[in-house]
């Protein structure tokens, strides 16, 4: 368990804490609650449900990486299985600022990562930026999706984004969270077929050019990453982001990746190969393998 999730845990009210102890103490803990820890949190704490997501913000928000700016965004995105995903802002010294990822986003891809169906809300602990509201208009839920805001009434994103942008625009009637299978041929290298399971579950209606992310960590482990686009473009996440916040939220450290494999395929209109190879070099080094695949 890292430092900054103890001082979170540590600074949590008496009560909230010692409820939230027992879980965040285990070794299984991976950054989220199902929705009988949720329950079982509100009865210990006396909180309503918004309440308690405020609460937990600090928890998310300790997962931060923020080298830049040294200011730690937290979110939670909340599943309609009633489960809550933590997900906090990763920055990348060396690497262009672009490439920077939000709580918001890293909240939802941690979601959309365990294959959550429907996101009802989602809690920060401060204004979602422009950039996040266009990337939450993605979503499944983007018609009835709450964010819920320290010292705020409740509101819809369509409050936070009226006049919105997004896939209609372009004539696409898919969405974030729409379940997605390419079907790509299988290889027999185990990393690799990780990332081409997770190629064939991104997200990329506007290119078509699905590709996936699989980071080894030690001899047995691996996480994944998908890529997921987005109407405006620019706010898209891309698959080693994706990864890079899975590997982040459980706990890894980035000296632990072992392997990197980028699955992309064959003939896409854009790569994500040197945006991705770049970011591990940044990140201490790493290589990255990549490996075209062909749409069965
Ligand atoms: O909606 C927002 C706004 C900003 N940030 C992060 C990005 C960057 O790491 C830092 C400063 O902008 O805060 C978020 O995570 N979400
Ligand atoms: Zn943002």
Sequence with gaps: MNDSLLNALQRCTPRLGEALRPYVMAD??????????????????????????????????SYA???????????????????????????????????TIHAEQSAINHAWMCNEPQLTAVTV???PCGHCRQF???????????????????QTLHDYLPNAFGPKD??????????????????????IEAAIDAASQSYA????????IALQIDGEHWVTGRYAENAAFNP????????LIMLQLQGYPVSAITRAVLVEVSDAALSQQSASAA??????????????????
């Design 65 to 99: 990486i923020t080298p830049l700016s040294h200011f730690n965004v937290g979110a939670i995105a909340q599943g309609i299985s009633g489960r809550w995903y933590l997900g906090a802002n990763m920055e990348f010294a060396s690497a262009p600022i672009q490439q």
């Design 236 to 243: 898209s996440l891309p698959p080693l982001q994706s990864a």
């Design 125 to 127: 602990n401060y204004t």
């Design 136 to 154: 939450m208009n993605e979503l499944n839920s983007a018609q009835q999706l709450t964010i819920h805001l320290p010292g705020c009434a409740p």
């Design 28 to 61: 299984t803990f991976k950054a989220s609650f199902s929705a009988e820890e949720v329950s079982a949190l509100q009865q210990a704490s006396g909180l309503s449900a918004t309440e308690l997501a405020l609460a937990l913000l600090p928890l998310a928000a």
């Design 279 to 296: 970011i591990l070099t940044a990140l201490g080094g790493y290589s990255l393998e990549t490996v075209t695949v062909f749409s069965k």
């Design 170 to 191: 372009l004539g696409i009637t898919d969405t974030l969270f729409d379940p997605q299978a390419h079907p790509f041929a299988a290889q027999s290298d185990p990393l």
């Design 205 to 212: 209606p506007y290119t078509r050019a699905y590709s996936g």
